[in-house]
């Protein structure tokens, strides 16, 4: 039996980074292709030194450029929370960008990311938004880990996000 869907060119081995994220333009309602988008961890060992990519041809980011000088990269970043995390860690935590404690004896596997994006050389100095920056949490869940991704619907003078899938 053919397939009608037409194939992504994606390996199914391919690996998802963790985070992952896309713009659509609702003017065109088009995909942004090419603006520069830069990761970084706000909290709680934060912020990192920031992971970086462009968007592809159908707006999407699919993986991240590791800075210069061994900085970690994302999946080591997560590893990292899940080593502190759990009943070998002996100190409450407490996330820098939240102020919440987590319980004694256990991390509480939260992250605090920002993506921004450089929406202004996109828009080529129209419009109102320079960059726009999402910040939102992760929370490593015992088990396992999930992906996040978070798509930007972006115009000259609005944007709005989501939790996608």
């Given amino acids: 039996m053919t397939s009608l869907i037409p194939s992504l060119g994606l390996a199914e081995t391919s690996k998802k ?5 896309h ?16 990761l970084t961890l706000i909290g709680p060992y934060g912020p990192s030194a920031p992971l970086t990519s462009t ?3 159908d707006g999407r980011v699919t993986s991240w450029t590791i800075a210069a000088g061994g900085d970690p990269s994302l999946e080591e970043l997560f590893n990292n ?19 919440e404690k987590g319980p004694e004896g256990k991390g509480s596997g939260e ?9 202004g050389k996109y ?18 869940e015992p088990g396992g880990r999930e992906h996040w991704h978070v798509p930007l ?3 000259p003078y609005a944007y709005s996000t989501y939790r996608g899938s």
């Fill in 153 to 155: 619907l972006l115009s």
């Fill in 111 to 119: 992250m605090v990311w920002a993506l921004k994006f450089d929406v």
């Fill in 81 to 99: 929370a899940s080593d502190h995390q759990g009943p070998g860690n002996t100190k409450a935590s407490v996330s820098e960008a939240t102020g």
């Fill in 23 to 38: 713009v659509l333009n609702t003017v065109s309602g088009l995909p942004a292709s090419n603006i520069d988008v830069t």
């Fill in 55 to 57: 968007t592809n041809s």
């Fill in 123 to 140: 828009f080529k100095g129209e419009g109102f938004w320079t960059e726009v920056e999402v910040r939102f949490r992760t929370k490593i």
């Fill in 17 to 21: 980074p963790p985070i992952t994220c």
